[in-house]
């Protein structure tokens, strides 16, 4: 898709303002200062060396336990001890927001409730995922426990955007939302900064790796005005994802649209 795609003209009425984490690395790190100053960075535990700099130029970041990277190279954090370290020091940061709970990607809820329960470090900084397959009860038991909840799309709700993605998320947005379609806790899109996404979806928060996967791409970038370094296509990218924002409240209607990529690869 061209990347005039992303342009959205006008946030919907209603709107409030969702935090947008773009997700690191970002190569060159020039590039990704372009991503992220002044605004919000996702620092993953599997990939943590730009963490420093996102600490120096954000207004804020989150960190990612590194669970989805992990396991989709075939290996599966067992032992959860190293991260809860590392996200203890970040706590410390001042502009570090909160740290995704470790969760068991292709696991059942028992897994995952174990890992909760597990969780060492505050209530208010821990954001456990609830898995798109997984039951609207535990979504239910997590949004009355945490301020703030992670929904990740997985099983045979892993690719954002199909009709099927749509049908389950409105589902649960049935059961997270007051009458009102206001949410009971603040939710977090994984993946979801996409903007026929997150417009859609009274989302706190999201995040996605679209810069860092898309500014390297050169056929994506066409035609005589087209910006030649990786620093500009950041931040043109940058501008088309903040220029729009999340519904205030969710409006009950399943939207009429499928995306034909993962939210994350436009």
């Known amino acids: 898709h061209e990347v005039a795609a992303w342009c959205r003209p006008t946030s919907p009425a209603g709107a409030e303002q969702v935090i947008h984490y773009h997700g690191l690395p970002i190569t060159p790190e020039t590039a ?9 960075a996702f620092v993953s535990f599997r990939t943590p060396h730009q963490l420093g700099m996102a600490a120096a130029v954000c207004q804020s970041f989150a960190i ?8 989709r190279e075939g290996s599966p954090i067992l032992d959860w001890r190293p991260f809860y ?3 203890a020091q970040c706590k410390t940061i001042p502009g570090c ?7 068991v990607i292709d ?3 028992a897994q995952n409730d174990a ?7 505050p209530v208010w900084f821990g954001a456990p995922v609830w898995h798109m397959h997984e039951s609207l009860q535990r979504l239910e038991r997590l949004a009355s426990k945490f301020p703030r909840v992670c929904i990740g799309s997985s099983g045979e709700f892993a690719t954002v955007g ?6 389950q998320m409105a589902r649960a947005m049935r ?3 007051d009458d009102e379609g206001r949410p009971l806790c603040k939710l977090h899109g994984l993946r979801m900064l996409n903007p026929e996404v997150f417009t859609r979806l009274p989302l706190s928060s999201a995040d996605s790796t679209n810069i860092g996967r898309n500014i390297g791409i050169d056929q994506a970038w066409k035609g005589s005005y087209s910006p030649p370094t990786k620093e500009a296509r950041a931040q043109i990218m940058r501008s088309r994802i903040e220029s729009v924002n999340a519904p205030a409240r969710w409006n009950f209607i399943v939207p009429e649209i499928e995306l034909h990529t993962q939210g994350e690869l436009l």
């Open 32 to 40: 990704a200062v372009r991503a992220v100053e002044a605004g919000h």
């Open 64 to 71: 990612d336990n590194g669970a989805f990277s992990a396991w």
């Open 85 to 87: 370290e590392w996200a």
């Open 97 to 103: 927001d909160f740290a995704v709970i470790p969760d």
């Open 107 to 109: 696991g059942d809820e």
């Open 115 to 121: 890992l909760v329960s597990d969780w060492p470090l």
């Open 162 to 167: 199909t009709a099927a993605w749509w049908g």
């Open 175 to 177: 059961v997270i939302c």
